[in-house]
């Protein structure tokens, strides 16, 4: 009954460094996504996934990239860190946003730090 | 103007005590409306979904104003455990697109 799961939890990177974070969830939906929360910001969407193969860019996209080869994993990658890029990332996962709209169901969260 | 907007509180209140949220919404093509729960460096978690006749999930209601886009949330009864964020979560359709805003936090006092 694992829901949504990210890797890692807590990371501390360098400036230029480069990391890819895990999502993988076990509720065989379709849509995926990758959040960014800052203080007094609220949840901003970085990168969705409408399915396996497919992926959009949602508000902030700049400096990330993804990839949804299967279906159950999401991943997000920093091509070279940057100080701006600390923050707390959030995975989530639907099913199909169908006109009556589906609540997404989130993991615990990465803590990522760049020095 | 945001998309979404809620007051971020805090909003401190006493044990027992009934507190109202509201969140306002911009687009008036929104389809769905949700709050979640969020708990200091936890993750958002779905508190309830919110249906245009109002829906009510034990000491907790949630209602829909479509008229002057906004959607609210009541607890009654407070408890010490209800102290979190709560979010307001809008969805658009058509886009895929979910906003969420920016939280009210709530702090219940023994």
């Known amino acids: 009954n694992a829901g949504v799961t990210q890797t890692p939890k807590f990371r501390v990177l360098k400036t230029g460094q480069s990391m890819t974070l895990l999502c993988a969830q076990d509720?065989?939906?379709?849509?995926m996504y990758w959040y960014r929360q800052d203080p007094g910001m609220g949840l901003r969407l970085i990168h969705y996934?409408?399915?396996?193969?497919?992926?959009a860019k949602g508000e902030v996209p700049d400096g990330y990239n993804v990839s949804r080869l299967k279906k159950q994993n999401f991943l997000l990658g920093l091509e070279s860190a940057a100080p701006s890029q600390t923050s707390v990332y959030f995975c989530?996962?639907?099913?199909?946003?169908?006109?009556?709209?589906?609540?997404?169901?989130f993991g615990d969260g990465t803590r990522l730090s760049i020095l | 103007r945001k998309e979404v907007e809620q007051d971020p509180g805090p909003f401190n209140v006493p044990e027992g005590a009934t507190v109202a949220f509201n969140c306002t919404y911009s687009?008036?093509?929104?389809?769905?409306f949700f709050w979640y729960r969020q708990d200091c460096r936890k993750e958002p978690k779905l508190l309830m979904s919110?249906?245009?006749s109002g829906n009510e999930d034990g000491r907790f209601t949630a209602q829909l104003n479509r008229a002057s886009q906004y959607i609210s949330l009541l607890i009654r009864d407070s408890k010490l455990s209800d102290s979190a964020t709560y979010l307001c979560?809008?969805?658009?359709?058509?886009?895929?697109?979910?906003?969420f805003g920016t939280g009210t936090k709530l702090q219940v006092i023994p």
């Open positions: 989530a996962s639907s099913y199909p946003l169908g006109a009556g709209g589906q609540p997404q169901h």
């Open positions: 509720m065989n939906h379709e849509y």
């Open positions: 996934s409408v399915g396996e193969g497919t992926t």
């Open positions: 687009n008036s093509a929104s389809q769905s």
């Open positions: 919110v249906y245009s």
């Open positions: 979560v809008v969805y658009f359709g058509g886009y895929q697109k979910v906003t």
